[in-house]
């Protein structure tokens, strides 16, 4: 058992010093790649590029299809000839078809373009604009029909002359890597890396986060400044965060009140879209007149209104608080439950939507990935099913926080932050793939599905006492006597490690900061209270000091 529990620590601890490698050298890579869009279909399988860019005859270069779903390549391409400023290519796709290419014409006051359900499209749609070869904004589809869409322009796209959108929201292109300095060192500090890791310990047996952590506490650094620095800068992702998602969750939820009342989708995306900058402005303003106004952090300030304060625990005894704690369990069995089954449904179509054996390296890990989700939403629901039946022999739930910052803390991470996160990106996805090629990108891939294993393991390893806003006892086995917070450390963590290779609009790096923030302040909430609910809770904090990543925080 003490093997085993050694065996977690150095895979936790060794997976989230690669995280700090691919962060540091992410920037670099990105610097280092073109990336031409493919601007016009030939057919089913061949496509023209809108810059040869010094392409050869015979180069084989990644296709990407870079949306909020798709951000590993998605197929190849070989250079077949190259003509003057464009290139003629044959594609290879793993997985996705190249995106079909519709003209856009105006019908009174209304636009069309030729791509309709018979493509995929589908209302709320966001698709890629192109004058010639050029990508110049994003079209809205309102309505569609069979073999038609018709779609909200921006106002200042001009004339509709050489004017055609692309099947999918952001252009299918070809990103071409080229910097062998780079993939040198990379390859040189990955492992370096894992040799000084595993040295280190088998040298000092201790573990080197823990020696840097406790040396890093020993430096004299100005605490004040620092958090004023700290405060200063998080207005921006806090501000972000807080301005956004309200109205792109009024959005989100008109759209689902639209379709399940009416059968049909009423759709206020253009009119979020206009709203969102001056929500944001506004929240901004709010953020820094409380910290400078009142000399304290709106962030700590916003925590403390989130922290549990003993509110919302059923105060019957015996019988009476264990069936009532069941009763009230029911309703949030019924609502994040209800919405895991929804996940896994979409997991499992995932999975079997790539065959077996899959087409190539990269799609067995998208397949791996989507696996592992589906495994890890059936630890879940194994979670909540237990809760559900245990009172058939007597066993109840120590205790519910059931209150409305309980909800909220816990919904604005799955399903509603979630959700709306995935509603938002698609209107702010940049333009080029980070992470394309070279010893980081096998780094990324493989760290992603370390991380998604490690985090699946930390789901199983709760088994029957998972649950959320619930007190089932103390885990304190394997994962979590390495840390206290083990399954939103390295959820986290993974989510930022699969979705890097798409972090090259500004807004990504907000949205996983804040996928961080959340989980901050649900751990917190959660430390108050077990604190409250759970005595034996204060001792495993007092073994277990570390929250998310063992000797730094």
């Known amino acids: ?40 279909t030939i ?57 079909m290419h519709g003209k856009i014409v105006q019908d009174g006051e209304d636009f069309f373009t030729s791509l309709g359900a018979d493509f995929g499209v589908s209302p709320d749609q966001y698709l890629t604009i192109f004058r010639g070869t050029s990508v110049v904004g994003q079209a809205h589809v309102v309505e569609v029909e069979a073999n038609r869409s018709r779609i909200d322009l921006p106002r200042d796209i001009g004339p509709l002359e050489d004017l055609h959108v692309s099947e999918f929201g952001t252009a299918t292109q070809v990103a071409k890597y080229d910097d062998s300095l780079l993939s040198t060192v990379e390859a040189v500090v990955i492992g370096a890396l894992a040799v000084g890791y595993f040295g280190y310990r088998a040298m000092r047996r201790r573990s080197p986060l823990i020696a840097c952590g406790e040396y890093i506490r020993t430096l004299r650094v100005p605490k004040k400044t620092i958090l004023w ?66 000399r304290r952090s709106p962030i700590l300030a916003f925590w403390q209104f989130l922290s549990y ?58 397949q791996a990935k989507y696996a592992l989700w589906a495994i ?49 990106t698609p209107s702010f996805t940049g333009a080029d793939p980070i992470v394309t090629a070279g010893p980081l990108l096998w780094l990324v891939l493989v760290l992603g599905l370390f991380f998604n294993l490690l985090y699946t393991l930390s789901i199983l390893n709760l088994w029957t006492m998972f649950d959320l806003m619930t007190d089932k006892g103390v885990r304190s086995s394997f994962f979590y006597r390495t840390v206290r917070h083990p399954n939103y450390a390295l959820e986290a963590g993974m ?28 751990s917190e909430r959660e430390d108050n209270f077990m604190q409250y609910s759970n005595p034996d809770y204060a001792p495993y904090q007092k073994a277990v000091p570390w929250k998310f990543v063992p000797g730094v925080y």
Request: glycine share 10%; with cysteine.
């Open 309 to 366: 304060k003993g509110t919302g625990v059923i105060k019957k005894v015996g019988f009476a608080r264990g069936f009532t704690n069941w009763a009230l369990h029911l309703v949030i069995v019924y609502f994040f439950a209800l919405t895991l089954v929804g996940f896994l449904a979409g997991d499992i179509a995932a999975v079997r939507s790539f065959g077996w054996p899959p087409p190539s390296l990269e799609a067995f890990f998208e």
């Open 43 to 99: 057919d089913e399988s061949r496509g023209v590029l809108a810059k040869s860019n010094g392409l050869q005859a015979g180069e084989r270069l990644p296709l990407y299809r870079f949306n909020y779903s798709t951000k590993t390549p998605i197929g190849t391409i070989v250079v077949e000839r190259v003509e003057d400023d464009r290139a003629i290519v044959a594609l290879q796709p793993s997985r996705f078809s190249l995106g």
């Open 229 to 294: 620095v700290v405060n200063i800068a998080g207005g921006i992702p806090f501000s972000w965060f807080l301005g956004t998602m309200p109205v792109f969750l009024f959005s989100y939820l008109t759209v689902e009140i639209s379709r399940l009342l009416f059968s049909n989708v009423i759709s206020l995306r253009p009119q979020i879209d206009s709203l969102v900058p001056f929500s944001i402005a506004a929240v901004g303003i709010g953020y820094y007149a409380f910290l400078f106004w009142k």
């Open 495 to 522: 989510f930022f490690v699969t979705e890097l290779v798409g972090l090259s609009a500004g807004v990504h790096w907000l949205a996983i900061l804040m996928f961080f923030f959340l989980y901050w302040i649900r």
């Open 1 to 40: 058992m003490q093997l085993l529990t050694g065996a977690v620590k150095m895979a936790y601890e060794l997976a989230f010093l690669l995280l700090l490698t691919v962060i540091v050298f992410a920037p670099f890579h990105a610097a280092s790649t073109a990336h031409l869009p493919i601007v016009q």
């Open 376 to 424: 890890t939403v059936a630890g879940c629901l194994i979670g909540y099913g237990f809760s559900v039946v245990s009172i058939l022999w007597g066993r109840y739930i120590r205790s519910l926080d059931f209150t409305v910052t309980g909800w909220l803390t816990n919904g604005f991470n799955y399903p509603l932050f979630g959700v709306v996160i995935w509603q938002m």
